[in-house]
Each structure stands twice: as C-alpha cells, then as structure tokens.
C-alpha cells in the first residue's frame, strides 16, 4: 500500500500555489481521484477498517488544503501543515500496527 497519492497531492497543491498557478489550471479531479483510489485500496486489507478515523482525517485535510488555496498566506501554510500532520499521523498509525504484526510472528 502507497500512501504516495495524498504525499504527493499535497506537495503539489503547495507547489502550484506557492508558484502562482491558478488554481482552475490545475487538474484538481486526477489528484482527488488518485487519493480516492489509493485510499479506497486500502480499505480493502483486511485491518484497513481499522485505521477509518485516521484515513478520513487524512482525506478531510487535504481537501482543506485545496479550499485553502485563495486565502492568505498563513492561512494556507496553515492547512498545508495540517494536511502533511494527518498524513504523518495515518502513516505512523499503519507502520506502529505492523510492527505490532510483525512483532507477534
């Protein structure tokens, strides 16, 4: 399981952003299609269920982030650092449950 698409999501929102693009000319519907798809992936494993909080959390902030794109600067930095936190949540989450996993066999 990759978590690359919402990773990546994220840094390119900031990216664009911070580049001056304007939003419109961002292609915003293959990144929340990517992130749906990597997410909906992962739900299928069987413990996927397990980590729902953290996957919707996850999801919620970087959509955020893309509702944050014409506010202010700080405003922005702002989602775009709660977007990264809830991936590094989702991710410390999934690696602690398979050290546990892997602890036990």
Known sequence: MTLQPPLQEAATVNDRRRSGID???????TYVVDRQKALGRFR??????GF????????????????????????FQR??????????EFTA???????RHSARN
């Open 23 to 29: 939003k419109a000319q961002v292609e915003t519907i």
């Open 44 to 49: 299928t494993l069987p413990w996927g269920a």
């Open 52 to 75: 729902e909080a953290e996957r919707q959390a996850m999801g919620k902030s970087i959509e955020s982030l893309w509702k944050a794109w014409d506010d202010p600067h700080d405003e």
């Open 79 to 88: 989602s775009y650092d709660q977007a990264r936190a809830a991936v590094s």
């Open 93 to 99: 989450a999934i690696g602690a449950h398979i050290m």
